[in-house]
């Protein structure tokens, strides 16, 4: 948040579950899970009259943040965000897409994770890391089938220690660097399907 300024809250007639999930994007959940508190934090400090006790409104209401968490991940309101309360909040590329085009109303909340400038630098470095892996190279000359189990480990950056949480994250991650690249959005998809039963804990 900008030091030295009053802060200006934006004027808004968004929803609940829409600022629960434009403060996902304020904590840097385009690129990492948000614990569901972290989340609620930010939320207070961009809608406090939407996120706190109606008796103590110097309170955060943390069952009001994880309610419209919840909303914000369900299709009917657009799918936002992907997680729990147990593993975590981010973004879905819709609702990094979505995040990015009202960011500007909420200037005053960014912190440095959030910035576009610096993670559509790291996701534009992660797409390039991709593409020089061996599963994407198997599946461009057409032979998806060949990509290993040491193919998908390399190509996620996971392993057979990751835990279900983290390779969820590493997952979600993948879907929203590749959402401009449908080649890369095909092979992230395929190699979740048949990978993702070696990832039960």
Not at 12 to 20: P, R
Not at 142 to 154: L, R, T
């Amino acid at each position: 948040m900008k030091t030295g300024q009053a802060i200006r809250r934006p004027k808004t007639d968004l929803n609940s579950y829409h600022l629960a999930a434009i403060a996902v994007f304020l904590v840097g959940g385009a690129t990492t899970a948000i614990h569901t508190e972290d989340v609620a934090i930010k939320a207070y400090e961009v809608a406090p009259h939407r996120f706190s006790w109606k008796r103590y409104p110097d309170r955060i209401d943390l069952e009001a943040v994880r309610v419209a968490l919840r909303h914000a991940s369900e299709p009917q309101h657009g799918a936002l965000v992907a997680g729990s309360i147990e593993t975590g909040w981010m973004l879905t590329p819709t609702g990094l897409a979505w995040a990015e085009k009202i960011a500007p109303q909420f200037e005053d909340f960014v912190t440095s994770q959030a910035r576009r400038g610096s993670h559509q630098a790291a996701m534009q470095t992660e797409r390039e890391r991709l593409l020089q892996t061996n599963a994407w190279r198997k599946f461009r000359d057409g032979n998806m089938d060949e990509v290993s189990i040491y193919d998908f480990y390399s190509f996620a950056r996971v392993n057979e220690y990751t835990s279900r949480a983290k390779y969820e994250e590493r997952m979600s991650y993948l879907r929203i660097v590749s959402a401009s690249e449908s080649g890369l959005a095909t092979l992230v998809d395929y190699l979740d399907k048949k990978f993702h039963p070696q990832f039960r804990k």
